[in-house]
């Protein structure tokens, strides 16, 4: 089993930071294999931005994002070019306020900035998706994204992107309750802890 996610946006939303505490909380909390790739523009803050994480239960040899089955599109430049290099079943994610999907596509949509805002802090929105992405698929234990993210930020941010991740887990399952997305992995129960 391999699966491919794409986490894509502009310079400053986040988006390399998700995908690293993504990808470790598959390797190190989910006990998966997993890799990150990043790619972003010369700008530091406005250019584009992607973060490319592969997961499998077996040893990685490509670790490259080529047809994604999770799509994370943070802003309109990025969900124009990504788009259409997801697979036909992939489970594509917006951030509704920044991206308007043409009119056949059917993606989940969250508001992550608008809910990052209503913490206090904008910069906390890509905590606000992994939660969000958590509450859809299923298939990566809360617990598991919160560990990566108490051991890989200072502790003064922590308190604030876990209440970040919270408030994008409870919109998933308020909004989208019985939504499970495509792209199973083993169940995340089935795992060792």
């Given at each position: 089993?391999?699966?491919?996610?794409?986490?894509?946006?502009?310079?400053?939303?986040?988006v390399?930071?998700?995908?690293?505490?993504?990808?470790?909380?598959f390797?190190?909390?989910?006990?998966?294999e997993?890799?990150?790739?990043?790619?972003?523009?010369p700008?530091?803050?406005?250019g584009?931005?992607?973060?490319?994480?592969?997961?499998?239960?077996?040893?990685?040899?490509?670790?490259?994002?080529?047809?994604?089955?999770?799509?994370?599109?943070?802003?309109?430049?990025?969900?124009?070019?990504?788009?259409?290099?997801?697979?036909?079943?992939?489970?594509?994610?917006?951030?509704?306020?920044?991206?308007?999907?043409?009119?056949?596509d059917?993606?989940?949509?969250?508001?992550?900035?608008?809910l990052?805002?209503?913490?206090?802090?904008?910069?906390?929105?890509?905590?606000?998706?992994?939660?969000?992405?958590?509450?859809?698929?299923?298939?990566?234990?809360?617990?598991?994204?919160?560990?990566?993210?108490?051991?890989?930020?200072?502790?003064?941010?922590?308190?604030?992107?876990?209440?970040?991740?919270?408030?994008?887990?409870?919109?998933?399952?308020?909004?989208?309750?019985?939504?499970?997305?495509?792209?199973?992995?083993?169940?995340?129960?089935?795992?060792?802890?």
């Open positions: 089993m391999r699966v491919e996610i794409r986490i894509a946006g502009f310079g400053g939303q986040g390399v930071l998700a995908g690293y505490i993504l990808g470790k909380a390797a190190v909390y989910e006990g998966l997993a890799v990150m790739t990043q790619s972003y523009g700008e530091a803050r406005g584009s931005s992607s973060s490319n994480v592969v997961v499998s239960d077996e040893p990685i040899d490509y670790p490259f994002v080529l047809e994604p089955d999770v799509l994370i599109l943070l802003s309109q430049e990025a969900y124009t070019r990504f788009r259409p290099t997801a697979k036909p079943d992939a489970l594509v994610i917006i951030e509704e306020d920044l991206v308007q999907p043409w009119p056949e059917r993606p989940l949509g969250i508001p992550a900035t608008r990052a805002e209503e913490l206090g802090r904008r910069i906390v929105a890509n905590m606000v998706v992994l939660g969000f992405l958590a509450g859809v698929w299923g298939q990566v234990r809360p617990e598991s994204v919160e560990k990566a993210i108490e051991t890989t930020l200072a502790p003064r941010l922590v308190p604030l992107n876990r209440k970040a991740f919270a408030a994008g887990y409870e919109y998933a399952r308020t909004r989208f309750p019985s939504f499970r997305g495509a792209v199973p992995l083993e169940s995340p129960e089935e795992r060792p802890r």
